[in-house]
């Protein structure tokens, strides 16, 4: 099992920010919510919902702020699932600013997905979403924003027919249009929801197939759930149907330095344009948030 001691921060860096990414799961509708970024940080992306934690905020109040400014969705804090934390930095100069991006999920909310100044939502199927994309099975071209879902349907908290909505047509997430390491992380988060709500609240989710060192425990590659097992995926109920509180699972960490050189005439001192040569990187699923402060620890010196 990791531990947080393994995921160290470099001594070098000098800055360090705190973001929030919030992605919406209709598990019972097979879909997943995504934004297509129209401007600043991650302009031309598709991406969870989320921004700067401000001074004196916490990452979970950031998190459903920015959820409900970018989509219009509000959700309240025990609703949301702290999933992983995802830690980047660059080697592309010696005041690397580090991201500190914590990623929840949230399966309940209220409102409806709605179009916005920085985002346009988009619906996208979870379980055409759950292999590790690959350049081959993936739209690598660009998906036009027009050409996808961006249904207005209220969320999910009333049970809803899936063999109606025409979640079916969906189509997978577009990963090679995403933060490049996203592709790593996130189909395996998808799958490690899934395999949760199949096994119910005694499961834990199955992070099998270990991988990438001793220390990580991933959720297998190509061991993706059926279509079938996803869309028929709630919670567990009780003896009187009432739905019992999930099981949260595991907790990942991503870690990933990008090597592209900085770009001083991008904005805010062209730290923005480092991050798109995706290099080293780790991920670990561990048993419990970590807390506290990565200030001043080590990072890719103990990995292999
Ligand atoms: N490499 C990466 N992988 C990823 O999955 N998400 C990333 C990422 N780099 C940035 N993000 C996310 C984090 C955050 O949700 C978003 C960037 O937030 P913004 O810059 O939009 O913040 P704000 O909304 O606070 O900014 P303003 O436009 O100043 O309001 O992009």
């Given at each position: 099992?990791?531990?947080?001691?393994?995921?160290?921060?470099?001594?070098?860096?000098?800055?360090?920010?705190?973001?929030?990414?919030?992605?919406?799961?209709?598990?019972?509708?097979?879909?997943?919510?995504?934004?297509?970024?129209?401007?600043?940080?991650?302009?031309?992306?598709?991406?969870?919902?989320?921004?700067?934690?401000?001074?004196?905020?916490?990452?979970?109040?950031?998190?459903?702020?920015?959820?409900?400014?970018?989509?219009?969705?509000?959700?309240?804090?025990?609703?949301?699932?702290?999933?992983?934390?995802?830690?980047?930095?660059?080697?592309?100069?010696?005041?690397?600013?580090?991201?500190?991006?914590?990623?929840?999920?949230?399966?309940?909310?209220?409102?409806?997905?709605?179009?916005?100044?920085?985002?346009?939502?988009?619906?996208?199927?979870?379980?055409?979403?759950?292999?590790?994309?690959?350049?081959?099975?993936?739209?690598?071209?660009?998906?036009?924003?027009?050409?996808?879902?961006?249904?207005?349907?209220?969320?999910?908290?009333?049970?809803?027919?899936?063999?109606?909505?025409?979640?079916?047509?969906?189509?997978?997430?577009?990963?090679?249009?995403?933060?490049?390491?996203?592709?790593?992380?996130?189909?395996?988060?998808?799958?490690?929801?899934?395999?949760?709500?199949?096994?119910?609240?005694?499961?834990?989710?199955?992070?099998?197939?270990?991988?990438?060192?001793?220390?990580?425990?991933?959720?297998?590659?190509?061991?993706?759930?059926?279509?079938?097992?996803?869309?028929?995926?709630?919670?567990?109920?009780?003896?009187?149907?009432?739905?019992?509180?999930?099981?949260?699972?595991?907790?990942?960490?991503?870690?990933?330095?990008?090597?592209?050189?900085?770009?001083?005439?991008?904005?805010?001192?062209?730290?923005?344009?480092?991050?798109?040569?995706?290099?080293?990187?780790?991920?670990?699923?561990?048993?419990?948030?970590?807390?506290?402060?990565?200030?001043?620890?080590?990072s890719f010196g103990k990995y292999p």
């Open positions: 099992m990791a531990t947080t001691d393994a995921i160290l921060l470099s001594p070098k860096i000098k800055r360090h920010k705190q973001y929030t990414l919030v992605i919406p799961l209709d598990l019972q509708r097979d879909r997943v919510l995504l934004g297509y970024k129209l401007r600043g940080f991650g302009e031309g992306k598709y991406n969870g919902y989320g921004g700067k934690v401000e001074p004196n905020e916490t990452v979970i109040a950031a998190a459903i702020r920015e959820l409900h400014e970018e989509s219009c969705l509000v959700v309240e804090e025990p609703a949301m699932i702290q999933r992983g934390v995802l830690l980047l930095e660059t080697v592309a100069d010696d005041v690397s600013p580090v991201l500190e991006i914590h990623v929840f999920t949230v399966e309940t909310w209220e409102g409806t997905e709605t179009a916005t100044e920085e985002m346009t939502p988009h619906w996208f199927s979870l379980s055409k979403s759950l292999a590790t994309p690959t350049p081959s099975t993936s739209t690598s071209g660009s998906i036009p924003p027009s050409s996808l879902s961006t249904s207005s349907s209220a969320a999910a908290i009333a049970p809803k027919d899936p063999s109606t909505d025409g979640a079916h047509d969906l189509p997978s997430i577009p990963y090679f249009q995403m933060w490049e390491e996203s592709r790593v992380w996130m189909p395996q988060l998808l799958r490690h929801v899934v395999s949760l709500n199949e096994e119910g609240e005694e499961g834990e989710g199955k992070l099998v197939d270990e991988q990438e060192g001793p220390q990580s425990s991933l959720p297998s590659e190509g061991s993706a759930p059926t279509a079938a097992a996803v869309a028929t995926t709630v919670g567990p109920h009780d003896d009187n149907g009432e739905q019992k509180p999930k099981k949260k699972g595991k907790y990942f960490i991503h870690h990933v330095q990008f090597v592209g050189g900085t770009d001083m005439d991008a904005g805010d001192g062209g730290e923005y344009s480092v991050w798109h040569v995706m290099g080293p990187r780790r991920l670990d699923w561990v048993d419990d948030v970590p807390v506290g402060d990565w200030e001043g620890r080590r």
